[in-house]
């Protein structure tokens, strides 16, 4: 039988009126974003649903996209009844991740992303930080042209392939940036209230560091693979230092793919708003099947494909 992962996505993916559909027809999803609502300082649905509403900044989005990944996981696993056999989720989305996977509850994790979010965004505020996605770049010759920079920028995700992304000093990112474009290589600059996963999200760990301390863990039941080693965890006793070195490290999420695959991973399940990883994903390996819960109707278009692939690979 094929493996399957659950993936989730990051920030990035949140658009007004994520959730909604979903909201409005299951009393599930209903329950857990009245939970979160309860939990957080804001208004979560007119957050989500308002367009004026800053569903961008950073300490607004992350407890948002982790609340509406998980009501759209809830209601997947009620319909299909699929325990996956990996799960992983890109930056923010490792703590959906942590969710499905047993080791941290829901409500804990709202709490700790809306704490992840502020503190990332004041550490950003501090700090003149800028990020870039390099498109179709030498992996080798970007890490040396941040070696060889006089400034703070690293490599903050290597996403597949064919993107990754450099963080840091602002000015020390142009540099690099300007350095690759005379390359002939595509970069594009992101709009971004920091440097993340970069050096410069040092203040933001440090405190982030005795907040989590204070949470309590759960033994995973699923396997998860983790942002900053793009391996298995199989020990929950470093779960909370790698949660605090996400935010300064680099995201390596195409050697977590990758490395899925290998395990035996056929089939992807990319549960959250937008298609971000499918994307990713089909630049990493084209021949795994990759499909996206992103909707209340693609759940039970999703369960019913799933059902069909499992059909024909029984026969």
Request: glycine share 6%.
């Amino acid at each position: 039988m094929s493996k399957i992962a659950f993936i989730f996505p990051g920030q990035g993916a949140q658009e007004t009126g994520m959730g909604m559909d979903l909201i409005e027809n299951s009393n599930e999803a209903k329950t857990i974003t009245a939970n979160a609502d309860e939990i957080l300082d804001f208004d979560l649905l007119n957050l989500i649903s308002n367009p004026e509403a800053p569903l961008n900044e950073t300490a607004y989005t992350q407890p948002a996209l982790v609340t509406v990944s998980m009501a759209l996981y809830y209601e997947f696993i009620k319909e299909t009844g699929i325990k996956p056999d990996y799960v992983a989720g890109l930056s923010l989305g490792e703590y959906s991740a942590h969710v499905a996977a047993g080791s941290l509850e829901f409500d804990d994790a709202v709490k700790l992303v809306r704490k992840r979010g502020l503190l990332m965004e004041e550490a950003g505020q501090s700090t003149k930080g800028a990020m870039a996605a390099i498109v179709k770049g030498n992996k080798e010759i970007i890490t040396n042209y941040c070696l060889e920079d006089k400034g703070i920028v690293v490599v903050a995700n290597y996403n597949s392939p064919m993107q990754v992304v450099i963080s840091g000093e602002e000015d020390a990112v142009k540099r690099v940036s300007d350095r690759l474009i005379d390359d002939g290589t595509r970069v594009i600059p992101l709009t971004v209230s920091g440097a993340f996963h970069s050096p410069l999200m040092e203040s933001a760990a440090h405190v982030f560091k005795d907040i989590i301390a204070k949470v309590n863990l759960n033994e995973m039941d699923v396997k998860l693979i983790t942002n900053v080693t793009g391996e298995v965890v199989d020990d929950i006793k470093v779960v909370k230092d790698l949660l605090v070195k996400q935010l300064e490290g680099s995201v390596m999420w195409e050697k977590s793919v990758e490395n899925m695959i290998a395990s035996g991973v056929e089939i992807f399940v990319e549960i959250g708003p937008g298609k971000t990883l499918a994307g990713l994903i089909k630049k990493i390996n084209r021949k795994v099947k990759v499909y996206n819960v992103n909707t209340y109707d693609s759940i039970k278009e999703v369960a019913k494909k799933l059902e069909v692939a499992k059909k024909l690979e029984v026969a």
